[in-house]
């Protein structure tokens, strides 16, 4: 059974900085796929982020590029979500999700076999 646990959220300043973490259990993350998503209150869920199974190819939304990194530590089995001069519009429930590797996803979130529960971020104006 995978599980995905998040953390690092918090209440922070425009301009503030935040390093996420989704640490995983029972697979290693070298054999996922493994992406960030975030639902702001009243809107749909959005792909923010992801990093393959090889550790390679992120991908971010254009609203967030220069701002996030995305990285991992197999040795954690942890994959980070750095969030620099963060925005008002940032603030969301942010939550990690994966896909086994070779295994078709989509931006939609079809694909994504394992969730965590989520950690919130708030960004003050």
């Known amino acids: 059974q995978v599980q995905l646990v998040e953390s690092g959220g918090g209440l922070v300043q425009t301009g503030d900085s935040l390093r996420l973490s989704c640490l995983a259990s029972?697979?290693?993350?070298?054999?996922?796929?493994t992406a960030w998503f975030r639902q702001a209150p009243g809107k749909e869920r959005e792909f923010v982020s992801i990093?393959?199974?090889?550790?390679?190819?992120?991908w971010y939304r254009d609203s967030v590029k220069g701002r996030f990194t995305i990285s991992r530590d197999t040795i954690k089995n942890t994959v980070y979500l750095q969030m620099n001069s963060l925005k008002f519009e940032d603030t969301a429930v942010y939550s990690c999700?994966?896909?086994?590797?070779?295994?078709?996803?989509?931006?939609?979130?079809?694909?994504?076999?394992?969730w965590g529960k989520g950690t919130l971020v708030t960004v003050s104006s």
């Open positions: 999700a994966a896909a086994p590797s070779g295994t078709r996803w989509s931006r939609s979130g079809e694909g994504f076999d394992y």
């Open positions: 990093i393959n199974w090889s550790g390679g190819s992120p």
């Open positions: 029972g697979r290693n993350i070298s054999t996922l796929t």
